[in-house]
């Protein structure tokens, strides 16, 4: 491996366009063997109850990281490819209409990179696809605290003929199969009309903390951050992020769009003032292009958001590099 | 009519994309007889002078209805449906390129709706078919007061060669036909140049009270919902929301977009938080598919916003039955 | 049932656009008691290994069918629905991401009409819903002679990780399974490069009859019918139309577009004018409105080779009652 | 008038985005005076029973016929803009929703500029539009005959609450006025299923010869341009072009697609194959940009039948000068 | 030149829909001879280092201009067109694939409208084009103070094999050029990822002041303003709105979006709050119809920044004209 | 380098949509040694003087390749990948907005590549760019002998302000600049209406054999085949073929279509029923997905006949190696 390979291509001598499109234009490798982080597609839309098409979601998001550079001036100008060793492993496999064996093939890809100590980012996909990654990080890291942004809870049982898994289930199974800690876990941006009574109650009943929409715009993100850090407390974190926590007008390219939520901007504005976390994994998911229109900017927000969580990562590497936080 | 017709199909048994799509996967039904809320298609845009194709619109509701679930947890978690009987009439016939046929005939087949005392929830369609809506309500509950949410107020006389009906003028043919009462009647959004200098103070000359948007963003939603309520004095309400009312980024799907509005969630809110008014009637319009890219956001908000319109009625239905107020 | 729900809404009297899609604007029904022929939506796409979408496939061959008319002049004038009793039953129930759950549920589904005596006219969906119809009507009328349009042989073996069922294997497992009498069946409109050598015989090892596209226009139309008729030998046909046969010119809304092959003008006209067959059973599959462009091309040409096919069994009907060929 | 006001702006100069588009980048013109040919929008969509949006025609024509050239190497090379003084006279008003002052104040617009003797060329706009034009130009030429390119007769006498003017009436109107002569008038193009029995013969019934899809492919091009000569009696020709002629691969973009119908290179070949007829006026009808996709085909495809009926005229203006065909 | 030309069609008498576009359907001239201000195209991508196709960007701005209105209640019902002599000049030519040869030929067509006196309002194309107009208007008024609106400071030094002129560098061009004067200048909403640790200080390097958009979402509009108006210190500006400075929801159709930005009301309520300031050019650019989805709303929102920039310059011509500010 | 690496991703192992695109899922490879055809992207659309968008070109047909397999049957049966080493080797460099640097860029990549002996497959791309390839492929086999498929000639001389390198040159300056033999030379498919009378001879004047759509039509494919061979002459061919040179319905995604050419099917049967060609390079260009609609069916068509090419070249191999002609 030389040094030029792992380094993502400047857009200052080579046009965004110009190449195969990686994640921000890394180099791809078949192996995480050396890696900090670790960015891997998990392209499945079996869980997709609504729409379907998420399995283009992270060639989409690729595409469209093509546009981000590696400074954050959020986090006193870190260069996050000079913090850290960053790769672009590709897709882990699927099988198109079998879900279980899809869980299978997704964790299996996974297993391998999470054994080298390598932080995943998932990049979906459908939001089922979570529980694959949520299993090979909990066998490393054990049980996990999630901090999740979504617009729905992801807390419901069982789907149609009884299946277990798809993209409304995840949260529910990672508690269940002892994955998730969700006393030190937070959903955030919940939203909108619900299906039955103990809808209001059932991530609360299994032990997480919820903070609707509603709430977060009234209470303000200061307390939200400070209510975020004291909840998880220290622990590994895992960090979700479904694209429909924002209204659809920022995120039109999701599977179950909720209409009515925060902006782009003021979700980017609290994960860009998140103090440096232990993060373990990451997933950034329900992007489907089919919906995006020629603009593609679920996919760009996708990429973005990203690119904020591996800054944060970078942010707590520099920190216990220098012995001190960085904000 | 068996029990199982009165509700809606279960998203959590039944997928949301089998079927044909009626609003909220309520029953169609050809009479509205024994319902307390018809929704009513009004697929017109013959009284559009700009974009067409709102003739689409109320199956565009109605595809992405299937997202919206029966409880608001916005209104003590009412189930809608089990709280009124509703049901999804089909569409009112039209008559293309002919807009005074077309409005006989909407007008004819609410007529028929509004006697058997259903309220009714008109998707449009153009804003042209408010006043053939309006004909019938007040038909039966003699003038209403309106609450009007638009970023145009539709007050203009006559169009063209002398015609005097089309998307810009119900909210003047109303006042003088004696429909509305513009005292007791609100508008609510307007922003955007202007054709002459008569358009700032024709629809307060009418009698109308006039909230601009830039006056709502400087009150905030608290003072704007007092002075609403106060306006409407709990005479028969009649809600007419015109899509355009937000920005053209949450609601790209419409006519004549007004760039620079309220986002979905400060409508939302507002509708959320309005206490449960005596309404009549009810229209959502100027939802036009053509214009709404694959994500098909604005008929999500459309249909968002009937829910929340049916749940403000079912929580004015409750407080009657238990003898107080739900908030 | 009055006889005003037995006949579509004629689009002389009412636009084609009002009204909520059933096909053809006939009657929806919750049964298939009394009718000829059923229509019926299998919104699957489990089986899709490429694109996927074709679960929004029936509603969108509904929507287009506005466009169709009763009487057919290529069948001495026909008029179809007053020669069969037909109906538009809704969808099948699928169970996304689970196909082997999927499969059961729409068997189920026919299970229940074809034991009506009805014929079966699925409205796909991808392809590998039609080894749930095929298990249907076999189970009826015992193996049938498959008429297939197709650019693909769908007689794989496996997929992935050994999957049985997807969209590329319905014509080997029909076979197995003994729905389907390889002996009188006959594949055409293959073309495309291949997967493996075998690909080109695995069709012709089962027992099929073989047209490529290339045959097909070297020896020209009629000699293909004569082929055609001649193969099916006069026992129980099932057709199953794949709408990726035609160029892509002609059906862009595909999984699994193949360049280079007939107009729809070519096989319109082959269908036309074949004669009255003893159809039990069809499926007009593979129509993905998410990749069809705004003008719906595909799903317009899925509705009229639907209605075709219906023609053909209504001429089949009319020669029975008087005795005589049509044609 | 300087001269370079009469010829196109040069492509090989001036890149074909530059400028505000006027059809093949020709002046536009207050008025007809000096003229040969007059380019003339006609945008109005009253007459759509089905799609609407074909008020954007006219300027989606404009755009796209910035692909054309000047010279027909299909007539000898002829320099069409230096043969004939060609004009676009931009659009004649109408009134959306009002369909008889659409039709007046578009024939009080074609009345002007026919009686300065200029051919006009209506670009539309949907069918219904042709029947203004129609009655400027026989009340100047007399009964006109009509060379009438379509998939549907549009030979219907009224629509849904008993309308006499829609895109589907025109040429039962015209030959009930005195506009046409149906004995020297053919329709070519027929295909698909019919509403009713007598639409077999409905425009046989008024005169018309007509030649289905299915029968011109049967006879052959060369035939057909016999048949055509000899049925126009070298009388005044109109030649009215719906876009829906060819098959909806080549024309996504109209109101009521056919599927299964001529290429558009058969199309054009037969046009540029037609001797230099007496053409008195043309349209181009139902092109509907909403509907076309990004490559915007049907728009170009417009702008060619336009640009080779205008060859025509030029190649009879050459014929006329050097005293014989050009052919 | 008669009266009727100097005034846009009035959409009240002629549908939007109806005739060829210009800017706000004013009058196109060939000449700026006796206009106050001069709207020119500038169609060139040539400076485009992402996507591509804001060549069509001045006819997209022209087409939704139709929906503005010339009364502005943000400046006292200001009529803007019986304020300023105003008219659409149509395109300044281009060469695609040949930059330099392109901002000459933009330069010489804006020298020839500058030297009349008029301010120009260039309608992008990418901001690479800005460096020509910004020529012209700086040999007529010596240097500039700038008022940027970006959500990048586009003073790059070189790009790719060395190029200098890009839609990333006019604004360290026109420094070292001589024709900004940066003490006097401002970027506001800058954000982002960044290439170089050197991006964050480059433009205040050169002398800007900048306002990033967490600054502004921090300080208000209101101390925004004042910050502003104190900057540009009287002298003669120049106004250039790249449409990427707002959120990518509120305009998709850019070339280079960035997610997290403000929104279009919030852009909009600042534009209509500053005071009448000295303009003496101005451009909207980087507005690309390809990424713009079918509402295009971005094209909208720049028409409509246009129109207030022209309104600015009215209410600062009704001040001098009597001899006080109009706020 | 492993033997696994050498052949493409097997779609029946792994779904088609899994992983970062390369031209056929075969392995991405940095240098060309060791190849016998190498697939390489020339992302430039500087050379555009109509629709841009182009420089997307290379990765629309590597995305839909997927599509394809890696057995011909129109070569018996040959497997393309395991007669030849075939490999995608990402994009040549390009500089957005000036041709010249991009001409030498992309030139300097192909020497590079043909320097090693292997044959280069150039995905485009406008056609601009096939001077950069010819001036490579000349360098070292010499003049060669073109085979173009076009709907124009491409042998204009200069555009706009004189520039002498666009999509409309490449087959002026080669023969100008002793690329290309055109003596040797054939042009296949022209059609449309043209700019100058010299149009019309100015491709025989250079040289060239020019067979228009229409001679093609008349005299068949078997006929135009031989004339092909005949006119190579047995020297080494370069095949260089621009999308639009089928009618637009089957490659709408083009600069500049032309509306009335072959179909898809028809241009496909010419390329398989070729004999064995000495091939030394190639390029497929003129892929604008912008313009392509969802389906992709240009990006399809194109990697079709990229394929076909290759499969050409994999059936010399064989012949060579067998000593005798495959068909």
Redesign the interface.
Known sequence: MTSTETFPI?????????????FMRLP?RAEAEGTDVSVI?M?S?????????A??GP?AI??MS?????????RD?I?VFRTLQCA?L??????????P??LE?IQLFFDRVVATGAVTIGLGGDH?CSIAELRSVAKRHGPVSVLHFDSHSDT?D????G?R??AGTPFRRGVEEGLINPEQSIQIGLR??????S??TQSIDLGYDVV???EW?AMGSHSLINRIVKRLSNSPVFISFDLDVV????A??VQ??????????E???LLRRLPALPIVGADIVEVNP????????TA??AA?VA?EIIANIAAGRRERSIGQPSD
Not at 290 to 297: A, E, K, M
């Open positions: 400047n857009s200052l001598d080579v046009p965004r366009f110009v190449g195969i499109p990686t791809q597609g392209p839309d079996n869980g997709s109850p609504f729409r379907t098409g399995r283009f060639n690729r595409s093509a546009m981000l550079r590696p400074i954050s001036p959020y100008g260069d672009d590709g897709d882990a496999p699927v099988v198109p209409g079998y879900m064996a899809t093939a089922g419901w069982k789907y149609f003929a299946e898994h798809s909108g009309s619900l299906f039955v009574p809808d209001v609707t929409w509603d715009s209204d659809p007008a920022f039109p390219g179950t769009p909720e209409a009515g939520g925060p902006s782009a901007s979700v980017l504005m089919l919906y995006d229109g020629p603009g593609q900017i760009l927000l973005t690119l």
